[in-house]
């Protein structure tokens, strides 16, 4: 997948609430992307998992922690991932 580099400025005063190895870290900001794109419903969670290179289960238990919720996808979605989980 090819890939774009992105600069963002933050305030000074962020470092009293998070570490500068979290806002360093690469994969903590595509995180934070994927997860807002999935809570907006812009991108599906399969799609989000591929984009962080993990599995679709370990996307859903870290974005529960940040309270976005798996069944509010459509039922569509659900049905479907119950039957590729039946196929295992």
Known sequence: MEGIKIEIELPKEILNYISLNEIT????LKE???YKL???EKIS????AEILGMSKIELI????EY???YFDQP??????DKN???KM
């Open 25 to 28: 870290n690469d994969k903590v």
């Open 32 to 34: 934070l992307i994927i």
């Open 38 to 40: 999935i809570k907006d």
């Open 45 to 48: 969670f399969g799609k989000g």
């Open 61 to 64: 238990e870290e974005l529960s």
């Open 67 to 69: 309270g976005v919720n």
């Open 75 to 80: 039922i569509e979605e659900v049905i479907e």
């Open 84 to 86: 590729a989980i039946d």
